[in-house]
Structures are given as C-alpha cells and as structure tokens.
C-alpha cells in the first residue's frame, strides 16, 4: 500500500489521457433486422451500402399533422436483412481479433432499441453462430499450436499477469485436480448439445502472421451490470436451500496502468473454443432476461465478455517461457450486449420491469453524454470533463476512449412502424457517435531475441532423431552391433571357482584363465564398438554443426534482406506518414475554410432571405399605398372637378347677374330720359323680366306689360326626379299661401341610408330666426352621390328661402309706389331667388346638418 501510494503523486506525469498519435474514428456499423411478419409496416430501407433511409409511418403523418419528411443516415457499413452472421463477423469482428493477438485492446458493442436482434447478433442461433463464438473460433485457430501449459500463465488480484516455470505450473494443475471442487471444463469431454450448433463453425478462420516465438494463454470472464451494480456471473456461490444469499455485487478499481478492471472477478483459462463457450454458457443462463410487451426474452441488463490473452516469448534456446515479467503482453477484447431502451407506456412495465428500464435507459443516456461531450472536446478544442463516473458502463470502458484500443458499435434496428420515434433516436446517437476519433493504440516493442527459435529447435531435434535412426541410435530395428552388445551383457562367460582344494588341481586355473581371456577379448571388441560409435557420433555431430551453420548463414542473409525491405518500408512509412499529416493539416485546413464560407453562406442566405422579406413587405406596402393613392386621386379629382365646375358655374352666374343689373340700370335710366317728368317710374316685375329673348343660366329676366301672377305653389325645377323630404319634427307649421311642395317624394323625420339610397335629390326644411323677429324657412337642396364604400352621400347646391315681413315695418322692397332706389343699391335690393341662392353646400363628416356643411356663396353688397 505504501509503495502505490508513493506512485499517486506521479500520475500526472504519464501522457496517457492525450497520445499525441494518429486518431480514428469510432466505426459505427448498422444492422437490419428482417420483419417478423410480412403484413407488417416498413420504415426502415437500405438506400446504399453506406446509407439508410427512414421514413415516418402513415399513422405517424396523421398524428403530426401531415408532416411527411425522409431522413438518410450513413455508416461505415450498412448490412441488409439478407446479410450472414460470417460477412458481418468478416467486416467489424475480425480486424479486432487479428489487433488482439498482436496485443491491442478492442471493444465491440450492439446497440439498439429493444427486440433489435443485438442478442443474436452477439450470440447467434443454432446453426449460425454469432460474433461472439466466431472470435472463439478464430482466436484458437490461430494460436492452437503455440498454447502455453495450464497455469503458465497466471492472473493476479489486480489486473495482472505472472509467468511460473514448467514445474510450478505442473504443481499448481496437481494442486487443482486434488482439490474438492468443480474442474475447469475440458475440451475432450461431450459437448453441451444445447450450443453444439452454435460453435459448428466451418469456416477455420485465422489470423494469418502469428508470432511463432510466443505461448498464448486465453482467459475469459463474464459479468453483467443490473442496476447500475457489476455482479459475476461465472462466480461459484453455495446452494443453500433455507436461506440462499443473493449474489454480491463487484467493484471497479484502477490498475498501476490507469486501467479500469472489476476486483475479484472470476477469468477461467480455456484451451479450446468449445470450453470458452461453455464456461460463456454457464453465465448466460445466470443472466437476468424478463418477458414483456415488446419481447418475449428481454435482456434486462448489459451483458459483458471479455477474452484477455496472455502471450510471452520464448527464451534463447526456443524450449521454455523467458521468466521475465516485462515481457509478458496482456490484451483484452471486450464483447458488449447492450441492453435495449425501451418506452415504458408501450413495454408496459411495472414494478421490477419499470425500475429496471429506468436504470439501463439512464446508463444508455450516461453513455449518450460521454459520446457528446467527447465530440465537443475534439471538435471545438474545449476541456470539458467527460462524465464517465456517472454509470458503471460507462466508468468500465471509459480506457478505451482515451485511448486503449480500436472502439467498434453495431447499430441494430427493427424496420418495423411501430419502433420508429425509438429508431430515430438511436440514428442520431449513432450518427453522432462516427464523429468521435479514438487515439490509435502503439504497437509493443519488440523482445530483441532472434526470431524462429521454436522452429530452430524443433528441428534441431528432428534432425538429431533422424541421425541417431540412421546411424545407431535407439531404435528398434536389429544390427551387428546391437548383438554384440546383448551377446557382451546376456552371454557373458561366468567365472568358474577358484578355491583351489588340491595341490595337483591343474584345471581350476587353466579354466580361469581360459575365462578371462575371452572376457578380455569381449572388452576389446567392446572398447572398439564404443569408439566406432563416438566417432560416428563425432561425425553426426560435424555434420549437423555445418548445417545448422549453413542454415544459420542462411537465415542471417534472408534476415538481412528483410531489414533492409523493412528499412526501406519503414521509411517509405514514414514518408507516407509525413505525407498524410501534410494532407490531413491541409484538409484540416480546408474543413475549416468550408466551414467558415459555409457559415458566410449561412449569413448571406439568412440576410438575403431578410432582404427580400424586406422587400416583399415593402413591394406590398407600396402596392397597398399606391392603391389609397389612387383612391385619393380620384377622390381628389372628382371633387377638384366637381369644385372648378360649381366655381365656373357660379362665376357665370355671378357675371350673367352683373350684366342683368347693368342692364336693368339702362333700362331704368332710359325710361327715366324718355318718359315724360310727372310720371313715376315703374319697377318691371320679374315676371315681364323672365320673357325677355336673354336666356340666362338660372332666372330669365322678368317680362314687361306683364300682370302679376300670384302663384299658390312654388314647384321644384326637379320635380321629375325622386326626393328625399327631410323635415325634422322641431319645425313649426306656417299659414303662408307659398308652401314648398315636392310631388313623388319620400317624408322623413331624419335622414337614414335607405331612404337616400331610394333617391338622387335631398332637401332639408329649416326654419330659423330672422333678425326682424320673423320665422325665415330655408330649403336646402342638394344631390344624391353614392360613396366608394357603398354608402351615400349629400352634395348640397342651393338655398331657396322663404320670409315674412310685417307691413308695418319697413316697406315692401318690392312695392311700385316706393321711391326711385339709389343707382349703387340696385344689386342689394334684388330679391331674385336664383340671385340670392347662389349657394353650394357640401356634406362633411362632423357636421351638424349631415356628413358634413360647406357654404359657399357670393357675399352681399351692403347699402352705402
């Protein structure tokens, strides 16, 4: 504890979190499921094989309104309905397994809404394996030969690894098989039948460039995250029937190498692809799965298999494992089974079920921000933290994204309508989720002994067989000199006794001697094969010398011409490299151009699009003032029009009625100088004055010698036309003999629109107060107009009026018996009633007699 603690405050030092390396990009691949059934409603189509397209269902129309909008999402890679489990493994699996035995990590994951088929393309079906049996397969294809001893290889508490000797390891299998627990399983015993089909793989798939020199040990464990909880699924708990304990859960730790592990984990050494799937098996069965409305086996958990591969050199000789701890490479490849999100209101969930969609939709949306907040910091240069400590998922993988291995997802979508809002949301995260690069992983340094030992010896040893077969060696086959040996060991002559009984014994010695004479002959024959075989041993050994020389010559100048192709690759390398940083600099550089022209073109259109809005609203407003203009032009001009010519006109009159007076002035004059001095002077009367020959425009002149009519009725000049009598009830009656009476005409109290709409002439009957006390009646007439709102409208055009005057009073103007008036007071004192009614009233709004009240008249010359 103390020596990791001393190591804490160095972690900063470690470039770790930002390799200055080359990135790529996280492949992002997409998977279609076939339909369930073939009634069903498509959304989903393979356009391309980078590009899907989908489509909102017709139901989805009707509920939005009619909106009806296709959207197209591109991938590394899209894989159709009719797409076999060994294409997909070949495009997104097998790269990963090649970069896990050349000791780089890798991290696989399906992701997808619920009953999307990520299970299935994970595990397979019988018959068709998935991707998961298929890296098995593929994994001891490639390294089946070079496998190291059980427990060569062993796996410590905190994420390492430990290399034992041939001894120790064969201690540690004795240890294990003496003691009372299940054995690990064995590839030579039967096969489950319930996955036989799954790992009946045909294809032997493998990697092509193995490192012969290496032994290769395969770990696998297998866990699952429930709740945001790790529990171990190939963990070994005691049955206990009474009170069974509920699984413990694991906790995450931090390896010396900043590498994120699960402490006390179960890993299983498996030699074969068949115990590697069994032991996968047992804990699938452990998993948690549930039944609900949108699959009948959902995973209600993420499921995760890691495969970790051990590999070491062998030493000089090519016989044994180097005993060097820093030798030893540990890769790991990581298989995720994503749990499905899922919407309640259609699972139906409750209880359990609703707790636990809760906690994998809130992993699935922790994962979702890391993505996003990942893409933000490497797109626009910013710092934020990353916030993988927020699920366990997330925290687990979180050394792949900074770095740690390639990064690969599978994007599995169900083409059915009913999933559509869920399909688009996992488009999106996965369109997002391309735009995140993964620095690559460094390659690991070489261990700097020679390379083919294993095979060197091998065939060291072969050789050496061979030779001893030719030669002599122990073999089974019968020679000479095999005889001579058996007949030196089997028949060898004992010897006789040699107590000598008797002084005259004269054969015990002879005999003996006899004896040893043929056993010294044996020695010498034995002493001559003996050095025949060492100097044919001497031999073998020279000859072999000379072609492991010759073959060591050999493989030196095949090495040679290696390096020097590997020099010259490396260096073309890194041209080639330089090349691409150039190239990358300058499309970085022209991304950011396009970026810039495109947010300039962005401005220009919104500031174009504001223009003519601008301008539409301005063409608008000039059309609509133009029209009110028009409008008031005519208006304008019509009354202008009406104005000149009611001006012309009373001009006119006001001459005509000038050139009558002067006139009427000659004429009194000349009566005055012809008639004789007692007369008095007659007034002509108006009546003689209207028959003279000149027409005027309102009044003739009167008619001379004409006798005076007095008419009981003034008729209006218009009596043809429909009036309107407008006479309000505060008039009084009046006894006068003339009264004003119009023939056809409709009697109001107050003027009202229907009544005016009936006709083209309005009078109004007013009466007031003259000055002399007397009630003054005053017809004001005018003319009918409709408006250009549809209303009507009264132009009023001349006043007659009717008066009293007391004879009492002054005397009558119009009296014969009145003097001779002043020659200047001739326009005053004339009573014509066209001459005083030169008046022209026009309606305004605002007034009190109407729409409006106008006068216009000739002011009254006044007596000097």
Known sequence: MKAARAKTPRRPALKKPSPPGPKDPVGVYCRVRPLSRPDQECCIEVISENTVQIHPPDGYRIFRNGEYRETQYSFKEVFGTLVAQKELFDVVAKPLVEDLIRGKNGLLFTYGVTGSGKTHTMTGSPGDGGLLPRCLDMIFNSIGPFQAKRFVFKLDDKNGVDVQCEVDALLERQKRDAMPVPKTPSGKRQIDPEFADMINVQDHCKVEEVDEDNVYSVFVSYIEIYNNYIYDLLEETPFELIKPKPPQSKILREDQNHNMYVTGCTEVEVKSTEEAFEVFWKGQKKRRIANTQLNRESSRSHGVFMIKLAQAPLDADGDNVLQEKEQITLSQLSLVDLAGSERTNRTKAEGNRLREAGNINQSLMTLRTCIEVLRENQMYGTNKMVPYRDSKLTHLFKNYFDGEGKVRMIVCVNPKAEDYEESLQVMRFAEMTQEVEVARPVD??????????????????????????????????????????????????????????????????????????????????????????????????RELDSSVTSKENYIQGKLSEKEKIITGQKTELERLEKKIKTLEYKIEILEKTATIYEEDKRNLQQELESKS??????????????????????????????????????????????????????????????????????????????????????????VPNAPPVRLRHRRSRSAGERWVDHKPPSNLPTDTVMQPHVPHAITVAAASEKALAKCDKYMLTHQELASDGEIETKLIKGDVFKTRGGGQAVQFTEIETLKQESPTGRKRRSSPSNADPPEDAADSEWTDVETRCSVAVEMRAGSALGPGYQHHAQPKRRKP
Not at 627 to 642: C, D, Y
Request: glycine fraction near 4%; charged fraction near 35%; hydrophobic fraction near 30%.
């Open 444 to 541: 690991r340094p070489l261990c700097g002994l020679t390379p083919g030992r294993r095979f060197r010896n091998q065939a060291f040893r072969e050789e050496l067989a061979r030779k001893l077969e030719i030669r002599g060696g122990p073999i089974n086959g019968e020679t000479e000199e095999q005889s001579a040996s058996e007949i030196f060991l089997q028949n060898f002559p004992p010897l006789p006794s040699c107590e000598l009984l008797d002084i005259n014994d004269d054969q015990t010695l002879p005999k003996l001697t006899e004896v040893l004479e043929q056993r010294h002959k044996l020695r010498q024959k034995l002493s001559e094969e003996f050095a025949k075989n060492v100097l044919t041993f001497k031999t073998v050994l």
């Open 613 to 702: 809005q601008k301008l539409q609203r301005q063409a608008s407003d000039k059309r609509r003032l133009e029209a009110r203009l028009q409008g008031m032009v005519a208006e304008t001009t019509m009354k202008w029009e009406k104005e000149c010519e009611r001006r012309v006109a009373a001009k006119q009159l006001e001459m005509q009625n000038k050139l009558w007076v002067k006139d009427e002035k000659l004429k009194q004059l000349k009566a005055i100088v012809t008639e004789p001095k007692n007369e008095k002077p007659e007034r002509p009367s108006r009546e003689r004055d209207r028959e003279k020959p000149i027409q005027r425009s309102v009044s003739p002149p009167p």
